[in-house]
């Protein structure tokens, strides 16, 4: 048996379309150095790109290095690269057994990444929106998708002052600006700024699998753009 100890949040959302306000049991992660919103520490330390409030100017001068896109600690069992040490050393827990899946030997960063696969292989699903009911693994997926009923955009870019609900679009857009390109192929030097670009160029370029079929005449292709691109031919509609 598996015993976890995960610390739980509560969150309210107020939905600007019907005004009902709603309550979110949020899954927190016990190693996350930011300060907690719960407590009464002061947090004079805002982070400019995504709001983030922290309590100490080490803590906020660790988070920041997350936007930068800098990647100086590089573990020493694999090659992959981090922004912060903090994240180095939860990284280097999938190199141990320290928190390891009993049912597919798998190893994970932390207690609470380990909780969240384990509801991969029991189904559970234990946050539910209290608007329309849908049902999610992690808090954090909860959150992002409450974001649909309260048109909230916390996450802002200092660069172009773009905003996004999550902090997750956000870094994906923080490259547009940086130029950094974390995903490299393993097969050629390429490297993309997003892990869909690299899964659309190993199909493209170093790939022979065509899934997608035309229903007219059953010719083969590798994206659905292609195929779309093709389906023009038979119907004389314009694909986009």
Same mark, same amino acid.
């Given at each position: 048996?598996?015993? +976890?100890?995960?610390?739980?949040?509560?969150?309210?959302?107020?939905?600007?379309?019907?005004?009902?306000?709603?309550?979110?049991?949020?899954?927190?992660?016990?190693?996350?150095? #930011? @300060?907690?919103? *719960?407590?009464?520490?002061?947090?004079?330390?805002?982070?400019?790109? /995504?709001?983030?409030?922290?309590?100490?100017?080490?803590?906020?001068?660790? *988070?920041?290095? +997350?936007?930068?896109?800098?990647?100086?600690?590089? &573990?020493? !069992? &694999? @090659?992959? %690269?981090?922004?912060?040490?903090?994240?180095?050393?939860?990284?280097?827990?999938?190199?141990?057994?320290?928190?390891? /899946? #009993?049912?597919?030997?798998?190893?994970? +960063?932390?207690? *609470?990444?380990?909780?969240?696969?384990?509801?991969?292989?029991?189904?559970?699903?234990?946050?539910?929106?209290?608007?329309?009911?849908?049902?999610?693994?992690?808090?954090?997926?909860?959150?992002?998708?409450? #974001? +649909?009923?309260?048109?909230?955009?916390? &996450?802002? &870019?200092?660069?172009?002052?773009?905003?996004?609900? !999550?902090?997750?679009?956000?870094?994906? *857009?923080?490259?547009?600006?940086?130029?950094?390109?974390?995903?490299? /192929?393993?097969?050629?030097?390429?490297?993309?700024?997003?892990?869909?670009?690299?899964?659309?160029?190993?199909?493209?370029?170093?790939?022979?699998? %065509?899934?997608?079929?035309?229903?007219?005449?059953?010719?083969?292709?590798?994206?659905? %753009?292609?195929?779309?691109?093709?389906?023009? #031919?038979?119907?004389?509609?314009?694909?986009?």
């Amino acid at each position: 048996m598996i015993r +976890i100890d995960v610390r739980f949040e509560r969150a309210h959302v107020c939905c600007v379309y019907t005004g009902m306000t709603f309550e979110m049991k949020i899954e927190a992660d016990t190693n996350d150095i #930011t @300060e907690r919103p *719960h407590d009464d520490k002061p947090r004079p330390y805002l982070c400019i790109v /995504c709001d983030r409030r922290f309590g100490t100017k080490g803590n906020l001068k660790q *988070h920041e290095q +997350i936007h930068t896109g800098d990647k100086l600690y590089s &573990c020493t !069992q &694999c @090659e992959k %690269r981090f922004t912060t040490q903090h994240y180095l050393r939860k990284h280097t827990n999938v190199h141990s057994s320290n928190y390891k /899946c #009993t049912e597919c030997g798998k190893c994970f +960063i932390s207690s *609470h990444a380990l909780t969240v696969h384990v509801r991969s292989h029991s189904g559970e699903k234990p946050f539910e929106c209290t608007v329309c009911n849908k049902r999610f693994t992690q808090s954090a997926n909860l959150v992002a998708h409450s #974001t +649909i009923h309260s048109g909230e955009k916390k &996450c802002k &870019c200092h660069e172009c002052y773009k905003a996004f609900s !999550q902090s997750g679009d956000l870094n994906r *857009h923080m490259r547009v600006h940086t130029g950094d390109k974390p995903y490299k /192929c393993s097969l050629c030097d390429k490297s993309f700024a997003t892990s869909g670009n690299l899964q659309e160029h190993k199909r493209h370029v170093h790939s022979n699998r %065509r899934p997608y079929d035309c229903r007219y005449c059953g010719k083969m292709f590798k994206s659905s %753009r292609n195929l779309k691109d093709h389906v023009y #031919t038979h119907t004389g509609a314009k694909p986009y």
